[in-house]
C-alpha cells in the first residue's frame, strides 16, 4: 500500500515552499505544464526506490503510486509556484500603499468596493503599511487583519479553479477519446516513472545511453550558470542570446535583437508533436516577424497591437469551433446529467456527468453572485468569465495537442478587454473596479491550473489509474495548495517587506491600482480598425482550418498561428527551440 504520509507531505511541502519561492527570490517551481517541482520530487522518489530495493528488496512507491504522486504535484504547482500568489496578496494591499493626491486612487475607485475584501482602506494601518516597510521590532505579523479578507476571497479562487477542472472534463472526452490528441507533456511523466519489471531498479528510459547524453547537456549548462551567480569566475553560457543590433534603416531595424534562446525541454517537447504543429508554431513565428518587417516598410505602427487584435479574433473564434466539435459529446454529457439517459459511458471520466455539469454551473453561478457581491453586474462578471473560458479552451488545446510548455494569452488582461469593448460609460467606474479585483487574481495563465488537469485526467488513462480517484487526488491538492499558500505568503511578505521580494512581485504592487484608475479616467475603447484586425484573425483562423480539414498535404495548423498571436514574447522565447527540434525530428 502507499505510505498514506507521502502524497500529503509532498503536497504540502510544494505548496509552502513554492510560494515562499516565487515571492522571495522569484524562483517560480510550478512554473509551466510539466513543472520541475512535480520532475524533481518523482526523480527523488525514483532514487529511494533504487535504495529501498537494494536495502529491503521492495520499492516504497510502485509506478502507478508514482504517477499519482506526479498527478497531485502537477495539478497544485502553479498556484504557489507561480504569479498568482502575487496576484492574490499584494493586489490586496498595493492600491492603498501607492494611493496619493497625484494619481487619486482614492477619489477614483476606493468608494467603489466594499472594506472586507481588503485588510484595511488605510494605507497607514499595519496590515498594509507593514507589508511593504516591514514589522517592526517587538510586533508580530497582523494576521487577524487578514481573516475576513481571506475568508471571502477563498471560495472565488476555489470557484474560479473548479470552474477550469470541470471545463476541461467537459471537453476530455472529445480531445481524448474521439480525436485521440497527444498530449505530448502527458508522455512524458508516465514513461519516466513506469517499470516493465518487478526486477527493473529503474524505469526503461533510465537504461539508455541517448536519455543520460540528453540529459547531461542542460544541467551541465544549466548548473555552470547557477554557481556562476556565487562564484563570478566560474564563465557563464548564455542561453538566451540574440542577434543584437544589425540593421540601421527602415524596415528591417524590425528585424534588430532578434532571439535565437535555447529552452531544451521545448527542444525535446517539439520532438514528440506532429511534424505539422511544430512546423507551424516556429513558422508563424518568423510569419509575425516578417510581418512587421512589412508593415514598417508601409509605414505603419504599433505593430505589436496590430498582432495582438488579430489574436482575440483568433482565440475566440477557435475556442467556438472546439466548442462546436464537442458538442455530440457534450450534449450526451447533459442528457446523462439531466434525464440519466443515452450512451455517455462514465466509467472512464474523472466524475459523473452530473458532477461535470452542475460542477461547472455551479461554479460559475458562485462566481458570478460574488461579483455582484463586491459590485459587479451579473452581466459583467458573466463576460469576465467568458473571456477567462475562451483562454482556457484555447490554451489547454494549445498544451495538449502542441506541447508547450507556457502560454501567454492576448487576454492577459480580460477587464481592460471588456471596458475596450463595452465602454467606461456602460460599464460604470463600480463594474470596473470589482471586475478589476476580480480579474486581477486569473491574470496570469502561463501555469493555467486547467491545462494541467486535463493532462492528469491523460495521465490516468495511460498509466492505467482509477479515474475517479485522480479527481478525488486533483481537488484535494487544489484545496491543500491554497490553504497552504495563505500563511506562508503572507509570511514571507510581512518577513522580507514587499520592496525585499523577488523583481516582479516587487514591482506588482501598484499595477491594481493604476490600472482600476486608468480603465476610469482614460480608457481607450477599440477603433474600428482594431475590430478589423480582430476580424482579420479570426477569418484566418477560419481559412486555415477549412483548408487543414480539405487537403491533408496542407501544412499549417491554425493552433500554431493562434498560439503566436499572443504576446510577443512568447513566440522569442520558445520559437527557435521549436525550431531546433522540429529540425532534429526531421532528420532522424
Known amino acids: 500500500q502507499m505510505h498514506a504520509w507521502t502524497i500529503p507531505a509532498a503536497m504540502l511541502a510544494v505548496a509552502a515552499g513554492g510560494a515562499f519561492s516565487a515571492l522571495v527570490r522569484y524562483d517560480l517551481v510550478g512554473f509551466g505544464h510539466l513543472p520541475r517541482s512535480a520532475l524533481f520530487l518523482c526523480f527523488l522518489l525514483l532514487l529511494v526506490n533504487v535504495f529501498s530495493r537494494k536495502v529491503f528488496g521492495k520499492r516504497v ?3 502507478r503510486q508514482l504517477v499519482y504522486v506526479f498527478i497531485a504535484i502537477m495539478v497544485m504547482s502553479g498556484f504557489p509556484g507561480q504569479q498568482l500568489v502575487t496576484y492574490l496578496y499584494i493586489g490586496l494591499v498595493g492600491p492603498q500603499h501607492y494611493a496619493s493626491t497625484e494619481n487619486k486612487h482614492v477619489e477614483t475607485f476606493f468608494e467603489y468596493f466594499p472594506e472586507w475584501i481588503v485588510p484595511s482602506e488605510d494605507p497607514d494601518h499595519p496590515a498594509v503599511r507593514w507589508a ?20 471571502v476571497w477563498t471560495p472565488y479562487v476555489v470557484a474560479i479553479l473548479l470552474l477550469g477542472a470541470t471545463a476541461v472534463a467537459l471537453l476530455r472526452r472529445r480531445w481524448a477519446d474521439e480525436e485521440h490528441m497527444l498530449f505530448p507533456l502527458a508522455q512524458i511523466p508516465v514513461e519516466m516513472l ?4 518487478e526486477r527493473a531498479a529503474l524505469p526503461a528510459i533510465f537504461r539508455t545511453w541517448l536519455f543520460w547524453a540528453s540529459f547531461a547537456i542542460p544541467v551541465i549548462l ?7 551567480h556565487y562564484f563570478p569566475g566560474i564563465p557563464e553560457t548564455d542561453l538566451t542570446p540574440d542577434i543584437g543590433l544589425v540593421f540601421q534603416g527602415r524596415p528591417w531595424n524590425m528585424l ?6 535555447y529552452y531544451f525541454e521545448m527542444m525535446g517537447i517539439t520532438y514528440l508533436v506532429s511534424d505539422e504543429m511544430a512546423f507551424s508554431l516556429w513558422f508563424f513565428w518568423i510569419f509575425r516577424r516578417i510581418g512587421s518587417v512589412f508593415r514598417e516598410m508601409m509605414g505603419l505602427t504599433n505593430h505589436p497591437d496590430f498582432f495582438l487584435h488579430q489574436g482575440y479574433g483568433a482565440y475566440t473564434l477557435l475556442a467556438i469551433i472546439y466548442v462546436w466539435y464537442a458538442r455530440h459529446s457534450l450534449k450526451q454529457i447533459v442528457r446523462k446529467a439531466i434525464f440519466g439517459a443515452g450512451d455517455f459511458d462514465e466509467s472512464r471520466e474523472p466524475m459523473s ?3 461535470m455539469l452542475f460542477g461547472f454551473l455551479g461554479s460559475l453561478a458562485t462566481i458570478i453572485v460574488w461579483g455582484h457581491l463586491i459590485g459587479a453586474d451579473w452581466w459583467g462578471s458573466l463576460a469576465l468569465m467568458t473571456v477567462y473560458m475562451i483562454s482556457i479552451v484555447v490554451l489547454t488545446r494549445i498544451v495538449s495537442e502542441a506541447g508547450v510548455f507556457a502560454v501567454w494569452t492576448p487576454f492577459g488582461n480580460q477587464e481592460k478587454f471588456i471596458t475596450q469593448i463595452l465602454g467606461t460609460h456602460t460599464l460604470g467606474p463600480r463594474n470596473i473596479t470589482a471586475l478589476s479585483f476580480m480579474g486581477y487574481k486569473i491574470r496570469d495563465t502561463a501555469s493555467l491550473t486547467a491545462a494541467n488537469v486535463i493532462q492528469g485526467y491523460k495521465m490516468a488513462d495511460t498509466a492505467w489509474l482509477k479515474p475517479r480517484t485522480v479527481w478525488a487526488l486533483t481537488l484535494a491538492s487544489l484545496l491543500l495548495a491554497l490553504f497552504a499558500s495563505h500563511p506562508t505568503s503572507l509570511y514571507a511578505i510581512y518577513s522580507h517587506s514587499i520592496p525585499g521580494l523577488g523583481w516582479w512581485p516587487r514591482g506588482s504592487g501598484s499595477a491594481l491600482g493604476r490600472d482600476i484608475s486608468s480603465l476610469i479616467l482614460a480608457n481607450q475603447p477599440f477603433t474600428p480598425g482594431n475590430y478589423g484586425n480582430m476580424a482579420l484573425g479570426a477569418v484566418t483562423v477560419v481559412f486555415l482550418n477549412f483548408m487543414r480539414q480539405r487537403f491533408l498535404w496542407w501544412p499549417f495548423h491554425p493552433l500554431g498561428f493562434t498560439a503566436l498571436m499572443g504576446p510577443q514574447f512568447m513566440g522569442d522565447r520558445y520559437g527557435f527551440s521549436i525550431f531546433l527540434g522540429w529540425v532534429v525530428r526531421r532528420i532522424t
Open 61 to 63: 512507491l510502485d509506478s
Open 132 to 151: 511593504f516597510y516591514g514589522v517592526p521590532p517587538g510586533q508580530s505579523i497582523p494576521w487577524e487583519s487578514w481573516i475576513i479578507p481571506l475568508a
Open 194 to 197: 513506469t517499470y516493465e519489471s
Open 222 to 228: 544549466y548548473s555552470k550558470n547557477a554557481l556562476h
Open 256 to 261: 534588430n535583437y532578434f532571439p535565437y534562446h
Open 353 to 355: 456527468a452530473r458532477a
